[in-house]
């Protein structure tokens, strides 16, 4: 997971590439197709057979999710189903898990957690609605790309079940959100949820509708035409437009060496000695577009969605290929007005598919960030641009330091921090509440004093003293103080950082979103750990081999 | 942990044998004196140091809090205070975690969690409100027993100081519930929250009281006054009656053998070998007393004080000196009826101190074991009286499962659920909703069915249907359903089963309180397990050693 002693992970594909998924198209549906090759798997050693996945299977998935909102506006249901005859998926490639290390395993369960919540959002707010088609069997996984789904058919085929067998077969929890869904989406009585987790065949049938694991059963005979019929039902509740154009989402501008990734908007150093990286975000070179039309004829080079991919590309490489960089810290360079107008421009047309969908693509950006296990430190500096949206960087970060005034021949705009609309509902959080809102859960007046300063360029102490920065610091102390800072930052042990940070980022509300990255991953990663799942003798490395488990039975 | 090779950790003790604690009463108010006697530790090869403490430590202090409650219904304002010069509590002790096994460090911090929540249940729910006089520092476990209070106070005499010195001296994080209630019940800024969980000195003086860690200092020269005339005030706000008498808690009734523990209303058979124990509740030998001065005179031997106090005591005996029990079975004997009323009693006479004191109990026993880690299956049996209150334990349970009719030359009455108004509100979990409310998330109207059937006992098929038994089956499946299941059980591996069962007990709306046993708990129990922890070169192993510790930097 370093570079430079595995191969890099990489989190770009395109269509033209899958080898793992198809999307078919049928007018305002379309069939979002698993057909899983069992020699493609990123690492040797595996078999993904059953259509069972790892994370270069799941990297195609979240790239067809993002297409299909920004290629296809025509498309208002899409149907997730299986390519293969009798089976709908066997989850996550157990032989992947048995082989890959700790962390390999969390950050993958996070990449996939990410993914279906992706997919939760596009039926949401993009109301491009996900329906799950499953015919064969939906096991742990599989079961668990179905329940981000907002209706769930099963075919009725006295064969064909759901089920979350990991606890029974592999002494290891459903990874990606299945109990918090079952619980709290599914609303399934504690009780069953309790039995359908000790099944490992699962249920099928009516009684899978009766315990409201999935919402319909379909005879054999009539599965085709229910499944078609019921997403063209279903398409008929968006509200996306009709006769609109996608964009193209093309390759991203990217150009990686030893110690830099480059983009056309992004900048990433890589200083692995100190254990820390420079992200870098530039703001717009230009104005904005004169129209929405000329914003569609922008396409993926308009800045923020140039931004939000970028960005997003980066975070996923530094969690999956620079497992030893601890500290993040977050730039950036360029005209706050330029910002601020972008975001005005967004705001406005947000009436508009394109540029909702644009605003929801910065939003997942930004909660990919909430959700990285590395401290991120915002530098607040002259010629920055922490504006609207990009403001967001410092409210996202665990600290933020901003230097007071201007350095000795930099002719530059004074650091400052500029508000817009943007951060008062666009970006909320995972609990549901904007970054303001969580930093100011204490001291309701504060927000209401934010608020009122939206669009006037905050500086230094007075930043400091509204409580936009932890800490404004002089020329003569900023250098000195952010060594000792970055110095003892990286000192720390990265777990304990890991911990704390997952607690402290998330105050008030919790959502199913915040239960799943909060409660549920932290109760997964510890049993990932456990001997009784990973030991020699544990039931995730015997799994297979024809050996039963031994576990240590004492209860913890 | 286990029976038989170390010795029995009791829960029960009383004033008289505290080694660590003094109660020391002024009128409405009681100084709740932490004076830790440094040789008195639980086991050998630590000492106490400045104020830390152990689970001996904590055993005494949640004592301390019951008998405040039921033996001192005069004292309005309780002051945690510290009975040494210049050091509140430097927390948890760090030798003793060193050395503990990651059973016993889990086991201990889910117990002092509950102690500090059954403080916040005091001040809120009692109106004995607890204040916190910090007199030196307050560290690690030592602040956090303070966040627990509705009001800190800080001496201010350039010294003392509040600390979460965890992360960096330890590399674990606070366990008992720090992180949480410094964003959640402080609500302290997140960068701020960062900032003070990474110095280790901590913050004093009036930064402490800026950044909302407390809520006064006060100099020295006036520490004991303002903190006398503080607690005088604040008692004044409380409801608790004037001129009452308490109750005395006795020691409870019980006997101690090999593979049992028998008290006057409950029983414990331990089946090791099987790994499970039956835990059977009697419910009143005798009607609801003539009057609540009937009541009172009672005292602790009124029957839902009793039950309360030995079912508490059961279940910490099971978690803290029977590890490899991964099953519970709960059984209930006794007359239905005589259960509904003493709910009914003790509903109507609410308004009473002491009856709201035992409905206080019987709640926070029946959310201990809402978070005990292991599977509870209630065997709902003819004879049996889950009824009202004692209900409660099969909609706590995992599951529950009901025996239709009788046994053949069984002449008492086929098993049934009623429900009493103490199912609608009485004793909510620490998510806020009923066991019912949460169990029907999903099924509102069957919660409204189920209030209407209120006081008719409700068997078997009728029960299942109603969704208030997992299952039901006939005499002649029963007990071979219940053994197969119960090897099924015993046969996972108990890591698995106890992150299933923390995630899907509790659906619905998550609280300070669940985030804490949920998010908090599970990160910590983490982390407890790493290597950069607990390893050779771990921080906690090497504390106090001068070593500093070596760290695999790899964020996970």
Redo the contacts between chains.
């Keep these: 997971?370093h570079a430079g002693s595995s191969p890099i992970i990489d989190f770009q594909t395109d269509p033209a590439r899958y080898r793992h998924w198809r999307i078919e198209p049928d007018g305002d549906v379309a069939y979002l197709v698993m057909d899983v090759d069992p020699a493609g798997g990123l690492s040797e050693g595996y078999e993904l057979k059953l259509n069972s996945y790892d994370l270069g299977v799941d990297i195609e998935l979240n790239d067809a999710v993002q297409r299909l909102r920004f290629e296809h506006p025509e498309v208002r249901c899409v149907v997730i189903k299986s390519g293969k005859d009798n089976v709908f998926c066997a989850g996550a490639n157990i032989r992947m898990l048995g082989k890959a290390t700790?962390?390999h395993k969390?950050?993958f369960c996070k990449f996939t957690n990410e993914t279906r919540l992706a997919i939760e959002d596009a039926s949401e707010n993009s109301k491009q609605i996900y329906i799950c088609a499953i015919n064969g069997n939906a096991a742990g996984g599989g079961y668990e790309l179905a329940l981000s789904a907002d209706h769930i058919m099963l075919v009725d085929d006295r064969r064909s079940a759901v089920a979350l067998p990991?606890?029974?077969l592999?002494?290891?929890?459903p990874g990606t959100g299945g109990?918090?869904r079952?619980?709290?989406k599914?609303?399934?009585?504690?009780?069953?949820?309790?039995?359908f987790?000790?099944i490992e065949e699962g249920i099928r049938g009516s009684k899978a509708v009766e315990w409201?694991l999935v919402d319909e059963v379909v005879p054999n005979s009539k599965w085709k035409e229910t499944v078609s019929a019921r997403a063209h039902e279903i398409a008929a509740r968006s509200d996306r437009p009709n006769g609109s154009k996608g964009i193209t989402l093309d390759g991203l501008d990217r150009q990686m060496a030893a110690d830099r990734v480059t983009y056309s908007h992004v900048d990433v150093e890589i200083d692995r000695l100190r254990?820390l990286v420079t992200v870098t975000v530039r703001g717009p070179a230009q104005g904005v577009p004169a129209s929405i039309e000329a914003a569609h004829a922008l396409g993926d080079k308009f800045w923020p969605l140039t931004v939000a991919r970028e960005l997003e590309d980066a975070i996923l490489h530094l969690r999956a290929n620079e497992?030893?960089?601890?500290v993040v810290l977050l730039r950036t360079e360029g005209n706050p007005q330029a910002v601020l107008d972008h975001d005005a421009f967004l705001e406005k047309a947000n009436g508009d598919w394109l540029l909702r969908e644009i605003r929801l693509y910065l939003k997942r950006t930004l909660k990919r960030i909430d959700v990285t296990?590395?401290s991120f430190i915002a530098l607040i500096e002259p010629g920055s641009c922490f504006a609207g949206t990009l403001a967001e960087l410092a409210f996202a970060?665990?600290?933020?330091i901003m230097l007071v005034g201007t350095r000795k021949g930099d002719i530059r705009q004074p650091a400052a921090i500029t508000l817009s609309a943007a951060n008062f509902g666009a970006c909320p959080m995972g609990n549901g509440l904007t970054r303001l809102e969580?930093?100011?859960?204490?001291?309701p007046d504060t927000l209401v004093q934010a608020k009122a300063r939206i669009g006037t360029a905050i500086e230094g102490e007075d930043a400091a003293e509204l409580?936009l920065v932890?800490v404004a610091y002089e020329n003569f102390d900023f250098d000195d103080e952010l060594r000792v800072m970055l110095e003892?930052?990286?000192s720390?042990?990265?777990?304990?950082?890991?911990?704390?940070?997952?607690?402290?980022?998330?105050?008030?509300?919790?959502t199913m979103e915040?239960?799943i990255f909060?409660?549920?991953t932290?109760?997964?990663?510890?049993?990932f750990?456990?001997p009784?799942?990973i030991g020699e003798q544990g039931?995730l490395k015997l799994y297979g081999s024809g050996v039963s488990?031994t576990?240590?039975?004492?209860?913890?």
């Design positions: 997971m700790h962390g969390v950050n990991e606890t029974p592999l002494a290891v929890l109990l918090t079952v619980t709290d599914r609303k399934v009585r504690r009780d069953r949820a309790d039995v987790c000790s409201r254990g497992a030893t960089i601890g296990p590395r970060s665990d600290r933020s969580t930093r100011f859960l204490g001291e409580g932890t003892e930052r990286t720390f042990s990265p777990d304990a950082m890991t911990g704390m940070e997952a607690n402290l980022r998330f105050a008030g509300p919790e915040t239960k909060g409660r549920l932290a109760w997964q990663n510890w049993i750990q456990r009784n799942a039931a488990p576990f240590n039975n004492e209860r913890v």
